[in-house]
């Protein structure tokens, strides 16, 4: 059986409407260990025939049988396979990677075949050696003459074993002597057991061989047949070949060869690299921004906002629905008491404030002045900016001190004028509850005017939620006993808020209360507020907000996404060489197409990398201008950016790759 055999192979194009028969019914036998040479007139057919001899191009018809196997039948992988296991090709433009040293292109088709890193280095080194390269093989192609670089693609092809050298022109770039040198390679090589094939239209070259074949117009017109006495080759060809690997080696090999060709490409086009990476950088800043602040204002402001209403209902007199000038009575203690009682509430809140007018000096000041107790911090999320709070002693007894809220403090005192320790006036205002037109009088009798009390001022408080929320302006908080003593005597409420019980269905406590009220009070005079209901709001308006912002972070991510695509696109474009290359040597499609992939993924996820550090510098200018949100990225957002920018460079580094894979070897190997 012979080694390669060619059963009526055609070879047709299509060029516009126009027919080329590039082969035309050859029939053929090579058997192993031959020297063969395939001469003829440029368009003979020649490097067509080449190239399905290497299994780079499939015949139009006909059959092609290599070792018992018919290649004519084969996919794209097993004629890969094929290539790998029993070709080396050397071509007249040497075709070596210019980013690999001579021992990275030697090794080349060790890396389709699953050897591992030291094994084909090793292999790759003893090559270079052999043929004279051993102080050059860290050397790049560009740092290689062209006899150099001619025996970098020997040492290439005899990498897995070489057992069929096919030598297109090999000779066809280089000086006479570096040309003889090569032919005298050849002829050693064959005397070892290889096949070797050139194809040239230099008959000095031709002569070299022990069997010429020539074409003509794609049919052969003379062939000398296999010389007589021919000897198959006794042991397979390059026996120090290391053996292929297995499938999870060859996949482990594969993956860590593309994580580093990827490295490499990036960084030979740094420029490009980066404004690819910016549009990346940009949406996955976006997205890790959106993370990082959803969470600060969960933790911020729907924290404080659950703290200010959540769990609680408020009530006041009069509603919209009343006629207009009704003045509904105040809340009396039974009608608070009463719903005080109802379940799923915990306790009442009684809002006891009245409009006074406060004086200081000079400056008077219209405030709210409000009765406070043990609790009054907690119940008004207060804190103590100056001075104190309220002692026992002076609770118990309705002592005349106060707590100014930092507004009334600012408009009683001057700017660096301390307010501890100072005396203020407060006088109910006319009309307020508790003022002097609440005071029973004679009929006829004028209106007595508000008495100005003096308070000391013990301390100033703030708000304790960040998010500033407030009830009033000009708050002045007294001990509830000097209240109710001094400035409303009124045990009536306009107003009082319940706290549920945890775990209280908010509806189902308001639907009592309002139900209890409207009984006591004979009808809907009063108005109410859900606390929860307005938390729900505002977590949904919040949840809304979010994935507006996510909407926009995904904009940028789409928009980045396609200039990856783009970028990956014109790779492809200036890499097709390198592709044909890569297939020749053994690569199937799927490499080439992991290959590829495997490039956006590290583009992409580079790019997410600088995101996330956009954000977290972004984050820490915006904690140091201000303090209402402490805005953090964590590990969270971390692993979400690589996430996204891996689902990116899949999504969007998919086309570009199957664009490469489907590539025509012999194509793709044509093209500069």
Known sequence: MSLIELRGVTRHYLIGDIEVRALDGVDLMIEAGEFVAIVGQSGSGKSTLMNVLGCLDNPTGGRFIIQGQDASTLGPDKLAALRREHFGFIFQ?????????????????????????????????????????????????????????????IARALMNGGQIILADEPTGALDSASGAELLKLLRELNERGHTVIIVTHDPGVAAHARRTIELKDGRVVRDDGTPAGHRLPTQAPESHAPPPGGWLRRVQVQWREALATAWLSLKGNRLRTALSMLGISIGIASVVSIVALTNAARTTFEGEFANAFSGKIWFWTGNQDLPPGMQPPLFTPNQVEALAALPGISSVLRERQTGVSARHGARDVAAQAMAGGPS???????????????????????????????????????????????????????????????????????????????????????????????????????????????????????????????????????????????????????????????????????????????????????????????????????????????????????????QFLIEAVVLCCLGGLVGVGLSWLGAQGLNAVQQLLQVRVDWLALLVAFAVSSGVGLVFGTVPARRAAALSPVDALARE
């Open 93 to 153: 433009r040497y075709h070596l990677l210019p980013h690999l040293d001579a021992r990275g292109n030697a090794a080349l088709p060790a890396i389709y075949a699953g050897v591992g890193s030291g094994k084909r280095n090793d292999r790759a080194q003893a090559l270079l050696e052999r043929l004279g390269l051993g102080e050059r093989m860290h050397h790049k192609p560009n740092e290689l003459s062209g006899g150099q670089q001619q025996r970098v693609s």
């Open 376 to 594: 009054l911090l907690k119940e008004r999320t207060l804190r103590i900016k100056e001075g104190r709070n309220f002692t026992p002693y002076e609770l118990s007894e309705g002592a005349q001190v106060a707590l100014l809220d930092v507004q009334t403090a600012k408009k009683l005192f001057k700017d660096g004028q301390a307010p501890l320790d100072k005396t203020i006036f407060i006088a109910a205002m006319p009309g307020a509850a508790g003022g002097p037109e609440a005071m029973p009088n004679h009929v006829g009798a004028p209106v007595p005017p508000a008495a100005s009390l003096p308070y000391r001022v013990v301390g100033v408080v703030e708000n304790a939620s960040q998010m500033n929320f407030s009830f009033g302006n000009q708050l002045i908080y007294v001990p509830e006993r000097n209240y109710r003593a001094k400035l409303d005597a009124s045990v009536n409420l306009q107003a009082f808020a319940i706290n549920l019980e945890k775990g209280a269905n908010p509806q189902q406590v308001l639907e009592q209360a309002r139900h209890r009220l409207r009984a006591l009070r004979g009808s809907l005079d009063f108005g109410q507020f859900v606390g929860d209901e307005e938390f729900k709001k505002f977590q949904n308006f919040n949840a809304g907000f979010a994935a507006l912002l996510a909407g926009v972070g995904a904009i940028a991510l789409i928009v980045g996404g396609v200039g990856v695509m783009n970028i990956m696109l014109v790779s492809v474009s200036e890499r097709t060489r390198e592709i044909g290359i890569r297939m020749a040597v053994g690569a199937r499609q799927a490499d080439v197409r992991l």
